[in-house]
């Protein structure tokens, strides 16, 4: 049923209701009830692994969502092209470029269901308003035993009076049989309850211990909270997740911060002893941090400050003084005055200080001025406030005052403008991760333009992409908030410009070690694979000594044929290993694996090779098993990759 698939995944992105009765909120809350979520948890069939569950409020508030974008589609020039091209092309697929509930043959008032069996078994409920339109949107067909059957391999009929599709079919026999309140139960791992609410149970990752994960939304206009929780990490995951200790700050003095507890995910990435300034090492520096990294940027303000917690400021204070023999601080003109390195960036029409004070190590303005308030948000309270592994948070507006060099508006390309677009109605981000036990938790909230009132979203609307880059955006914004100095914008406009620098540049750092420490961990969860094939080879090639006072003779070239890589990272052919030495050595590989295996043997001596590229960047590793005989009997080596190649 891939036009349903479409339809989903449509309203899903397009956001929250853009209510006109309700009062401006920027502080999703739990619902007040769950007994419809409850029900339609309850239809699970027998052996759910997981699923996930809408309320009507939630389809309400992706269809208002999804109106309201379109409506942003159709007004402003720079997108009204991509608009006549998705009418067309929804059009083509559906039938209807209009993507509310009563077009879809869908229901108001009504939620609905998705559960998972196996991997390819499914079941969904339906919030069905009118089956035939429904059909006939998503190219199914009615049948005349009162089943209605879609390409995609869905068979839907009334159940319990309620519309659910399932494949195979036999699952609709088991719809209700499941625990559901086992279901809701698992909820609670994710601290709450939602709108949009998903579990998984056991989810087999081949790393170990199953993982289960649950995760709730809390909607309201123009925002949303997500909550959830991980269960079942390995240890060397959880490990690097440690909390930042009581770095509780005040929320009404910052637009944006970020805290990070650097060290534990700096352990495990391997540091260069790359000189810095003479006496002074990159591994000096990072070994010297002693709890987390802070990044706060108060409201109205672009000037960041950064405190980094040292054991010994010595190494970071030698780095100081000679900042302008390092290349790039000296092409910035870098200069010290009193233990202070001074450095001009043009680029941001910043100037920052580096110097050192108590046992802290500080980027930003020595002596700045103080900070303006703003009425804090629940969110932003609550990722403050919090004790966190990491926290980052951002609030304001693009449209802030501030000073951005001039940029020809001509010389932008389209999609440039389409960004400019976008962050312009993006008004809050924040997210904290921390660990409990064995279990990861974490909040995750976001709040656009659409929490303001009808009047303010008009205006801000009004305002072209160009108006940032000329320098004319930040009047009429002006003018926006003093109209509505109740409204969120209000408070937006005075958190500025510089507190989504926040977040962006906390993602950025955080990938930067991140990424390459989970890839590791990626390729050590999949290295047990080669080990395993191996040493149930040298098994049985120690078998084969034993009956025939030989090896088999013979070379197999890789197997399967075809890299790894050219099936989505995984080999999965159960019909290569028909190879008479592999028949011989009762091998073969029936599962999805990660590496190719080799062999060559003159019978005295084997070689058997395991080699793969795990994260198909074109170079692979290869693990090799070798074997000889003597008097003793069958002796073997393996011979691993050197760390860090691939």
């Not at 891939?2 to 209510?19: F, I, M, N, W």
């Not at 009162?146 to 869905?154: E, N, P, S, Y």
């Not at 159960?574 to 003159?602: G, K, M, N, T, V």
């Amino acid at each position: 049923m891939r036009s349903l698939v479409l339809v989903v995944a449509a309203l899903l992105v397009a956001g929250c209701k853009k209510d006109k009765a309700a009062p401006p909120s920027p502080s999703p809350k739990q619902p007040l009830s769950t007994a419809e979520q409850d029900t339609l948890w309850k239809l699970a069939p027998a052996g759910t692994l997981g699923g996930f569950v809408i309320s009507s409020k939630g389809l309400a508030s992706v269809e208002g969502g999804w109106l309201a974008i379109r409506k942003l589609f159709q007004s402003a020039p720079e997108l009204m092209p991509i608009a006549a091209k998705l009418d067309a092309e929804l059009t083509k697929e559906l039938g209807t470029p209009n993507l509310t509930l009563a077009e879809l043959g869908l229901a108001p008032g009504k939620g609905g269901a998705f559960f998972v069996v196996s991997e390819d078994d499914v079941v969904v409920i339906v919030p069905i308003g009118d089956r035939a339109k429904f059909v006939k949107v998503a190219k199914g067909t009615q049948n005349q035993d009162g089943t209605d059957t879609f390409k995609d391999g869905l068979t839907c009929k009334m159940v319990q009076s309620f519309y659910a599709c399932a494949k195979p079919v036999a699952l609709l026999d088991q719809i209700g049989k499941s625990d559901g309140k086992a279901l809701t139960d698992r909820l609670a791992m994710a601290g709450g309850r939602g709108d949009l609410e998903g579990v998984a149970d056991k989810i087999d990752t081949k790393l170990g211990t199953p993982i289960q994960f649950a995760v709730v939304g809390q909607l309201e206009r123009g925002g949303a909270v997500f909550r959830g929780a991980v269960k079942g990490l390995p240890p060397m995951v959880t490990s690097k997740l440690v909390a930042s200790g009581n770095q509780k700050l005040d929320p009404t003095k910052l637009a944006g911060f970020a805290v990070m507890n650097v060290a534990p995910l700096l352990a495990g990435v391997p540091i260069p002893p790359e000189t810095v300034v003479p006496g002074v090492t990159l591994t000096d520096l990072t070994s010297n941090i002693n709890g987390a990294v802070t990044i706060t940027i108060p409201p109205g303000a672009l000037m960041f400050d950064v405190r980094v917690p040292m054991k010994d400021t010595a190494p970071a204070q030698k780095v100081i003084d000679q900042c302008p023999t390092i290349p790039p601080l000296a092409m910035l003109g870098a200069k010290v005055d009193k233990g202070v390195c001074h450095v001009a960036v043009p680029q941001m029409m910043l100037e920052l200080d580096a110097w050192t004070e108590g046992k802290e190590l500080r980027v930003g303005k020595k002596g700045g001025t103080q900070a303006a308030s703003v009425t804090p948000t629940a969110a932003a309270t609550e990722l403050a406030q919090g004790e966190w592994a990491f926290s980052l948070y951002g609030r304001g507006t693009l449209l802030g005052e501030g000073q951005f060099p001039p940029i020809p508006i001509g010389a932008m390309p389209e999609e440039a403008k389409y960004a400019l677009r976008a962050m312009m109605f993006l008004n809050e981000v924040g997210l904290g991760v921390r660990v409990d036990g064995d279990t990861v938790r974490f909040v995750a909230a976001a709040r656009t333009a659409w929490s303001n009132p009808d009047d303010v979203v008009a205006k801000l609307v009004a305002i072209e992409p160009a108006a940032i880059m000329q320098g004319q955006a930040a009047a009429s914004a002006k003018q926006i908030a003093s109209a509505s100095p109740s409204s969120p914008f209000a408070q937006d406009f005075k958190a500025g410009l510089g507190g989504l620098m926040i977040p962006a540049a906390a993602v950025g750092m955080l990938a930067a070690v991140a990424i390459p420490a989970f890839m590791d961990y990626q390729k050590k969860a999949k290295r047990p694979e080669a080990l395993l094939h191996l040493n149930r080879l040298a098994k049985n090639l120690k078998v084969a000594h034993i009956s025939d006072d030989a090896f088999p003779k013979g070379k197999v070239a890789l197997t399967p044929a075809k890299p790894c890589c050219e099936n989505q990272g995984k080999c999965n052919d159960p019909a290569a290993w028909q190879h008479p030495i592999w028949q011989a050595l009762d091998f073969s590989i029936d599962e999805p694996h990660f590496y190719r295996y080799s062999y060559e043997s003159d019978g005295k001596t084997f070689t058997v090779k395991a080699v793969g590229d795990l994260d198909c960047d074109g170079t692979a590793v290869e693990y090799v098993m070798q074997g000889t005989t003597d008097a003793q009997g069958v002796t073997t080596k393996l011979v691993e990759p050197a760390p860090n190649t691939d």
